[in-house]
């Protein structure tokens, strides 16, 4: 389906992002992966996704907090690929503390790296796609881009905030055959998830069990978490043809959540 195409997409060395990447490589979308790791890993990853699919991968380690190295890394992905017709903004981090303690510079990473790179990559790979008429953005926001937890206080401002970036760039690029959309999963078990376990036993002062149990997936009411692949299908939905009419949309995927 995706044969002509070319993606990047962000952190994507792990979790949802490393999912999205082989779906649309799959398809047979050429595919810029980006994220930190162990060089090894990384390059293992990369040469499977070539050998698998038969596609062409490459790998970028921009920082997601710096502007420069975003616009180098879209670069990249035009000189290799000629063309970027996919981005998918998925890199992000969590940070869990009450909010008189939260660290100043973890609100800063956490902004950057979850809301502002969107903002830097759409409007690095906009002119291309308008040019050719043809785009897909998709943002990964969360449950968290349409209610609150505490103790959450960057995450959920930014994933709002990408909530709002996306509606707008929607609007912008509404007539130029580019679709822009948000996927807002609940939990979905991968590393972020897991790290996140240690300091919510301390903020919440619970075991791991009722970390799980009395706090994730009390939040879904189908008590089970999402998988990454469920993600990356939605996420190969969105670039398919029959998707073109869905734009500016925050399609949820979590178990139920936000209808509560
Ligand atoms: P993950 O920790 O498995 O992966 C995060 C990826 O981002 C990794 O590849 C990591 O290297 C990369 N990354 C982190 N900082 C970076 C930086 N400065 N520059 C470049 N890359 C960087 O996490 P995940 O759960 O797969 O999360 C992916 C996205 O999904 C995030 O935006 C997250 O907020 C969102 N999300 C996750 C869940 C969940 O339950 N796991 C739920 C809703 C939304």
């Not at 060089?39 to 970028?60: M, N, T, V």
């Not at 991968?190 to 069990?209: C, F, G, S």
């Amino acid at each position: 389906m995706l044969h002509s195409k070319s993606a990047i997409v962000t952190g994507s060395t792990s979790g949802i992002g490393l999912a999205i990447a082989r779906a649309l490589a799959q398809e047979g979308a050429n595919v810029l992966i980006n994220g930190f790791g162990e060089p090894q890993e990384i390059e293992k990853e990369r040469a499977s996704l070539e050998a698998e699919f038969g596609i062409k991968a490459i790998y970028s380690p921009a920082d997601m907090t710096k502007p420069d190295q975003i616009a180098g890394m879209v670069h990249q992905a035009q000189e290799m690929f000629g063309a970027v017709d996919i981005l998918v903004n998925n890199a992000g981090i969590q940070f869990v503390s009450p909010i008189e303690e939260f660290p100043v510079e973890k609100w800063d990473q956490i902004i950057a790296i979850n809301l502002s790179s969107a903002f830097h990559a759409i409007r690095a790979t906009v002119p291309g796609m308008k040019a050719r008429k043809w785009g897909r953005i998709i943002n990964t926001a969360s449950a968290h881009s349409l209610v609150a937890s505490p103790f959450k206080a960057a995450y959920v401002a930014a994933k709002h905030g990408t909530a709002g970036l996306t509606k707008t760039v929607a609007l912008e690029l509404a007539t130029h055959g580019v679709t822009v959309n948000c996927i807002s999963p609940g939990y979905v078990w991968t590393p972020l998830v897991e790290k996140q376990i240690p300091d919510t036993m301390n903020a919440r002062n619970m075991t791991r069990e009722q970390v799980i149990n009395d706090v994730l997936l009390e939040a879904q009411p189908t008590k089970q978490f999402v998988t990454v692949d469920q993600v990356a299908a939605l996420a190969v939905f969105l670039c398919s043809d029959a998707a073109s009419q869905i734009t500016g949309t925050n399609l949820s995927m979590d178990g139920g959540w936000t209808a509560e």
